[in-house]
C-alpha cells in the first residue's frame, strides 16, 4: 500500500538554527514527491516537489529512493517558516493524479 | 485570479441533516478533489473526478456524494451528517494526471452537533 509517514507532529526550533522535516514513504515503483506548505489562515500551497530539484524560500528535499526517503531541509530557519508542512506523493499506483499525504509537521520557528 | 473557490467557509448542522458543498474552479482543470483534514490524520480523499463525467472513490468515501456537475464545478453532499464528519474539507483542482501541482480551495470548517 502506498504510505507518506511524517513522524514528527510538532517541531519547535529557533530562529537561524537549521529545520529538518522528515519524511518516509512505502510505494511500489517510483513515486514523485511533493512538499505542501499551509501557512496560517491561507490555503495549502504546493512548496516544493522532488522532479523539480529547486530550492524554494531556501527549503530543499531531496528523493533517496534507498531510504525510500524526501526529508525537507533549510539551513536557517525563519519565523515565517513556521506553518504546517505536508508531505505528499502520487504514482502509476495511485493513479497519478491521487496525491497521498502524510500526517503533517507543524514547524515553529521562535524568535 | 480566483483559482479554487468553496462554500461556504463555515457550517454547522445538527445530525441527520443533509447539505452539498460547492466547489468551482477557473483553471480549466481537468482533475478535481475532495480532501478531509483531522487532526494527527492529515489529508485523505474522498472522491475524486479525474475528467468531467467521472468520479471515483478515495479513501474515505462513506457518507459522502459527489457531482462533477461540469468542468469547473465538483460539489460533495452530505445526505445524513454525523459528528464523525466533523472536519474541515478542502477541494482542490490539478491540470492533469501524472504529478501535477494540485491547488487547493481555503477549506470548509463543517461542525456535526
Known amino acids: 500500500a502506498q504510505r507518506v509517514t511524517q513522524p514528527e507532529k510538532l517541531l519547535s526550533v529557533f530562529k537561524g538554527a537549521p529545520v529538518e522535516l522528515k519524511c518516509n514513504y512505502s510505494?511500489?515503483?517510483?513515486?514523485?514527491l511533493f512538499w505542501y506548505v499551509q501557512y496560517s489562515r491561507q490555503r495549502l500551497q504546493l512548496l516544493l516537489r522532488?522532479?523539480s530539484r529547486e530550492s524554494i524560500k531556501g527549503f530543499t528535499a531531496d528523493l533517496n529512493k534507498g531510504e525510500t526517503s524526501f526529508h525537507l531541509k533549510k539551513p536557517f530557519a525563519q519565523e515565517e517558516d513556521s506553518a504546517m508542512y505536508y508531505c505528499?506523493?502520487?504514482?502509476?499506483?495511485?493513479?497519478?493524479?491521487?496525491?497521498?499525504f502524510g500526517t503533517g509537521t507543524r514547524l515553529l520557528v521562535s524568535p | 485570479n480566483a483559482g479554487v473557490t468553496q462554500t461556504p467557509k463555515f457550517q454547522v448542522l445538527k445530525t441527520g441533516q443533509s447539505m452539498t458543498l460547492q466547489c468551482a474552479q477557473d483553471?480549466?482543470?481537468?482533475?478535481m478533489y475532495w480532501y478531509r483534514q483531522d487532526p494527527g490524520m492529515g489529508l485523505r480523499l474522498i472522491y475524486y473526478s479525474a475528467s468531467e463525467g467521472t468520479t471515483d472513490k478515495g479513501e474515505v468515501p462513506n457518507g459522502y456524494n459527489v457531482s462533477r456537475l461540469n468542468k469547473r464545478e465538483f460539489s460533495l453532499r452530505l445526505e445524513s451528517a454525523a459528528p464523525s464528519q466533523t472536519s474541515v474539507y478542502f477541494c482542490a483542482s490539478s491540470l492533469t494526471t501524472g504529478g501535477t501541482e494540485a491547488f487547493f480551495g481555503q477549506g470548509t470548517r463543517l461542525t456535526v452537533v
Open positions: 483553471m480549466n482543470h481537468n482533475s
Open positions: 505528499a506523493l502520487s504514482g502509476r499506483n495511485t493513479g497519478f493524479q491521487k496525491l497521498v
Open positions: 510505494y511500489s515503483g517510483s513515486p514523485e
Open positions: 522532488h522532479i
